[in-house]
């Protein structure tokens, strides 16, 4: 069944069209890559998604629910989580005010108290770092740990899909391989279904699972990442046409 | 002595008032002047609507507990329904048209005021035991000077406690520094704008309540001049900054008394102006105010 269905999709920014007649459909369980160069429309695309800015045509849908301009807060409260680009971690609050900021959203269910509090071990038991720097402050991380907060706290929503822009952004190699790594295990473990949003398309390529490439704010290419490859059209979308 | 109680409880009034500013500031980004309208509000909600020059009063006579809860609760009130019916609908609008929608709601605020109680100031006695002096380390201290100082040092420890303790309180932390984050961490916006309204709402009318107990006036200007300060307070503190806001009300109204007793007579009338003369000196020295604001990410 599918969770999340984009249909003609389309956005714009004042005389700007950022997106244009983008559609997609994304099944429970899947893992699904967003890539293309800068100005492609892959933010502009979550955005719209997470209900910050309302798409100016076409449709969403979620766990069968139009969600076409719903508000962020209550997008997220049906399961939806987004990460969105630049981490945008509370920097004067704690790392763990931090990762109990969303769980209120479940305050109306019966033992949602203790339900937060097994959440939170299992975040910290998933980012250990975390843990140990429970009451600093946020905005003292590094950009790696940042980035485990982020995910962590759309983690302790307990959503059913999360949304991920540019995770790998800023990140030594070997640390955006380690966040990869938990993420990846989270989803087999959880059931959770993953949309992430990468420049490169290496990523996808070493992770599998299925990719669109979008370029100029139309999808281009939309397939199993790995059988993409290096086909001409993924060269092209990156380089540009008619080089050769 | 009596000039180290004078500045701390003059310094209350601007900390108060600047942290109601604040609290509106940080999840809105909106600089609300129809806040010292609210503190007028609260007060003349005492009376019956008249012009004479004395009150007549209507709930003015009810014990302290159950009028000090009546005030807050008109200050709050007034300030979720101009939420909830004017701020509303400019949410998204720019800051500067949000401000003048402030300004025109104050003068709506103040004209009913007017067309209800005139302009003449009334006399209005509440809490009148209040005013018995006490003795503190030799000096005769108002009674009310004292009750003013630790009404506010607790309302700062009850706010505090508030916002690190609590739900909400996390809420509107998280909101203030990132609000479109916190939204999308299911974070209500509604919910965490009125209840900043409601607590700046409930702060104006302890404002309000220590200024006519103080006074024994009740006048519609009398929120305008607390206001100004406290609007200056905010803006020295770091706009949104709550600490700040606290410590630049607390420091000017130790800067206008001080400069009450030390300069000379000559010279007083024009207190003020020295105390702005300092305000611009901070200003030009720590542009961002004491404590600068986390979060200037744009809001909604
Ligand atoms: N808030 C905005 N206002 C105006 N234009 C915008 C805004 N956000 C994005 N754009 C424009 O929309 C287009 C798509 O931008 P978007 O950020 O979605 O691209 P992206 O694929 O995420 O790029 P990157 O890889 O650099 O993050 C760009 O041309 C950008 O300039
Ligand atoms: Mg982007």
Redesign the interface.
């Known amino acids: 069944m599918s969770l999340l269905a984009l249909s003609n999709i389309t956005i714009r920014y004042g005389r700007l069209t950022a997106v244009r007649n983008v559609a997609f459909t994304l099944t429970e369980g899947e893992i699904l890559f967003i890539t293309g160069p800068n100005g492609a429309g892959k933010s502009s695309l979550l955005r719209a998604i997470?209900g910050?800015t309302p798409p100016a045509g076409g449709r969403i849908d979620f766990a069968g629910a139009d969600i076409t301009g719903r508000?962020?807060?209550d997008i997220?409260?049906m399961g939806l989580?987004?990460v969105?680009e630049g981490r945008?971690v509370?920097?004067?609050?704690t790392i763990e005010?931090?990762l109990?900021?969303?769980t209120?959203?479940h305050?109306r269910e019966r033992n949602w108290r203790s339900r937060a509090a097994t959440e939170l071990e299992a975040v910290y038991d998933t980012f250990p770092i975390l843990k140990d720097r429970r009451h600093s402050q946020a905005?003292l991380l590094s950009g790696g740990q940042q980035q485990m907060l982020v995910i962590g706290?759309a983690l302790m929503?307990n959503p059913r899909l999360i949304a991920i822009d540019e995770p790998s952004l800023g990140l030594a190699p070997n640390i955006t391989d380690q966040v990869y790594e938990r993420l990846i295990a989270l989803r087999a473990h959880r059931a959770l279904t993953l949309l992430i949003v990468e420049q490169s398309s290496t990523r996808a390529q070493l992770v599998g699972g299925r990719m669109i490439l979008m370029r100029g704010g139309e999808v281009l290419l939309d397939g199993d990442a790995r059988a993409m490859g290096q086909s001409e059209a993924m060269q092209a979308a990156y380089f540009g046409y008619g080089d050769h | 002595m009596q000039t180290i109680f004078d500045a701390l409880s003059l310094g209350s009034l601007y900390a108060l008032g600047a942290l109601g500013i604040a609290l509106i500031f940080g999840v809105m980004r909106l600089v609300n002047f129809a806040h010292g309208d609210v503190i007028s509000f609260s007060i003349f909600a005492l009376m019956w609507p008249s012009t004479d020059a004395m009150a007549v009063v209507f709930a003015g006579d009810l014990p302290w507990f159950l009028l000090i809860p009546f005030v807050l609760a008109v200050g709050a009130g007034l300030s979720v329904l101009s939420e909830i019916v004017v701020f509303r609908r400019f949410r998204r609008a720019n800051p500067a048209t949000m401000m003048i929608a402030s300004f025109a709601l104050g003068f709506v605020i103040r004209y009913f005021l007017l067309m209800l109680f005139s302009s003449r100031p009334k006399s209005i006695s509440l809490l009148p035991a209040l005013s018995q002096p006490v003795e503190i380390f030799g000096a005769r201290i108002p009674l009310l000077q004292v009750i003013t100082i630790c009404a506010t040092i607790a309302m700062l420890f009850a706010l505090t406690a508030f916002l690190k303790r609590t739900?909400f309180g996390?809420?509107m932390?998280?909101a203030a520094?990132?609000f479109?984050?916190?939204?999308?961490?299911?974070?209500?916006?509604n919910r965490v704008i009125m209840g900043a309204f409601a607590l700046s709402g409930a702060l104006a009318a302890a404002i309000g309540l220590i200024l006519a107990a103080q006074t024994g006036t009740a006048d519609i200007q009398m929120g305008a001049a607390v206001m100004l300060m406290a609007f200056i307070a905010t803006v020295i503190g770091g706009l949104g900054s709550l600490p700040g806001a606290v410590l630049a009300g607390f420091l000017l109204g130790a800067a206008s008394v001080v400069m009450q007793t030390v300069l000379p007579i000559d010279a007083r009338p024009f207190r003020d102006a020295f105390v702005y003369g300092a305000v611009i000196l901070v200003l030009i020295f720590r542009p961002q105010g004491l404590i600068a604001a986390?979060?200037t990410?744009e809001r909604v």
């Open positions: 997470a910050v508000a962020p807060e997220a409260r989580s987004m969105p945008d509370f920097g004067s609050l005010e931090n109990l900021v969303g209120g959203m305050a905005g706290r929503t | 739900r996390l809420e932390r998280a520094e990132n479109t984050m916190a939204r999308m961490l299911g974070v209500r916006a986390r979060g990410k």
